[in-house]
């Protein structure tokens, strides 16, 4: 095996040509877009991480918020039932002062029917002591004296004492 040594001279020549012309004028580009894209891969992780921190604390803040709209409405449901239980006690307090104003007014129209009828009743009492009397008698006393003595007797029969 020979070497040829003009060959690997020339080889090496060419490489280190090809290297330097590739370090003077495509290497610092390279790297320099590569280190832009290392930037850009940073800032972007940066960008995102600050997305999920506000996102975070957007949560936070929702369910903050969320807490409070739920306590508001516990509140407003309280409140409401504080007020039904108003109406309610109002309603039946209403209802018990109809009640007992229906039972006072026939209380009074018992009375004054129990009234009525104690006077028709004393009336009919009467007539039929007038007949009666009459009867007995077989003479007629004028009506007037007859239902005067007629009264006297039950207003007398009212003062007795009761066994």
């Known amino acids: 095996m020979h070497i040829d040594l003009a060959q690997v001279l020339t080889n090496i ?5 090809v290297v330097w012309v590739l370090k003077r004028f495509a290497w ?11 930037e850009k891969i940073r800032s972007d992780f940066a960008e995102a991480e600050q997305a999920l921190s506000d996102a975070e604390r957007l949560k ?38 109809q009640a007992d104003t229906v039972r006072q007014k026939a209380q009074t129209d018992i009375a004054l029917e129990t ?20 009867q007995v008698i077989k003479e007629q006393l004028d009506d007037e004296k007859h239902r005067q003595l007629i009264r006297e007797f039950i207003d007398s029969l009212g003062e007795m004492p009761h066994a």
């Open 115 to 134: 009234e009525k009828a104690q006077l028709a009743l004393r009336d009919s009492v009467v007539n039929m002591a007038i007949m009666a009397s009459e």
């Open 60 to 97: 936070s803040d929702f369910n903050a918020k969320l807490g409070d709209i739920k306590a508001i409405e516990r509140e407003k449901v309280q409140d409401a039932v504080k007020r039904g239980e108003g109406i309610a006690e109002g309603i039946v307090d209403e209802a018990r002062r």
């Open 28 to 38: 610092g580009p390279i790297l320099d877009l590569l280190d832009a894209r290392r």
């Open 13 to 17: 020549i060419g490489f280190l040509l």
